[in-house]
């Protein structure tokens, strides 16, 4: 299962310390060109709609307004980059009602097949599509998975899972797997090392979570083998918990190599995106043991 670092215009510039990062960044109006800043480039690249931000917004934009942004996040990137595209999608987000949550579903799969229309007329091999699987229940997941593959979408991806128990992403995901294949299928949103495993030993082709920067800002330090979170000494955050960490650890990743102390200074914006690296790296590194001992590495 690839790993993609869901990544935004402020946070750290992890392909610099790790060449095999793959990246996904969405097309909010503040990510514009933001790979253009970086040297080396990201080989695999998942560019999301950012339906999530335009959906509190007054306006939706319009399919060409988003790919706009989604291309000038892509453009600069190598031919080898292999470049992935999210179609916009009408989250269910703040949708209570039944006919509500309908509209979203059929809005989501009207965009669905105007925007793979629109990227196939361009015939650039580099590019994909991915269709956004979107529904309220067991029958419209499965409807919606359906039409996304009339349409002729071979990638997949699932999400608004955040708010579902365990359980309950486990049942979903198994059940979009079961119609589009799990190799086919990318999970938004992941935070837990528990479904990224489950994700693993179900075959699931790739999953993204903003987790080591979030982490980091809220002054959380990642150690792996065995996988630990401590809080830092100097900060506030979650004064009951007892798993402060006072002096660093031995640690091989880039940012402890040079100077481990860094990682443990709250603040400024600076030393938490040193800390998001270093929680990249474990987080890493426990994702790629998972993947060892179920053997799929
Ligand atoms: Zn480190």
Redesign the pocket.
Known sequence: MDFYISWSHSDANFIDYFPDCFMLVSAVPDNRGSLRRFQKKPRKLLVDCGSVYYVKQKERPSLKEVYDIQASIYDGCPVSTEVTLVHFDEPMLYKETLSQKYYSMERTLFNANEYITLINSFKDERLSCMGVIQGFDEASIIYSAFELQKMGYKKFGIGSLLKKNLSEQIAIIKLASNIVGASNLHVFGVTGLLPIKTMIDLGIASCDSTRPTMAAAFYQVFYSNPFRTFYLAESHAKPSSPNRLES?LP???????NN?NE?LIPSPREYMRLRS??NY??LTEEINEMKRNKGVV
């Open positions: 660093p640690c091989l990743c880039p940012i402890c190599k481990a990682i690296v270093h790296f474990h």
